[in-house]
């Protein structure tokens, strides 16, 4: 199950809501990989990584620009980092989506989960500290 813990807090209550919002939409995704009832979900699927698509540049434009508001010495790694997300998620082809849904989800959602997870604790987790 994706869902969001204390641990992931970093003390800047924007970012940690929207922080939460990103586990919400891997939550979902996370949902949408265990219903058995619904055979095709294509169309779930591509919805779901284009919200993801969407609020992942809006949340890392957000955390740059506080970074930026705060003169943080790492922002140039974030930002790297932020970039080489963007491009793992834009290069998903969601043509190749109907050959095996189930583990398509999977994939994305173990890459999504083990980014966000490691990001948060290991990266944005330094941006509060004094």
């Excluded at 809501?17 to 619904?38: P, S, V």
């Amino acid at each position: 199950m994706v869902t969001w813990k204390e641990e992931y807090k970093i003390g800047i209550d924007l970012i940690d809501e929207q922080h939460k919002k990103l586990f919400e939409i891997a939550g979902r995704a996370y949902d949408l990989l265990k219903n058995n009832f619904r055979i095709d979900k294509y169309d779930q699927i591509v919805d779901i990584m284009e919200e993801l698509k969407e609020y992942t540049a809006y949340h890392f434009k957000t955390e740059e620009d506080y970074m930026e508001s705060i003169s943080y010495k790492r922002i140039f790694s974030q930002k790297v980092q932020h970039n080489e997300f963007i491009t793992k998620i834009n290069g998903i082809d969601l043509k190749k989506v109907d050959d095996d849904q189930g583990k398509y989800l999977l994939d994305i959602l173990e890459f999504i989960v083990e980014w966000i997870e490691s990001h948060i604790l290991g990266q944005d987790k330094l941006i509060n500290v004094k």
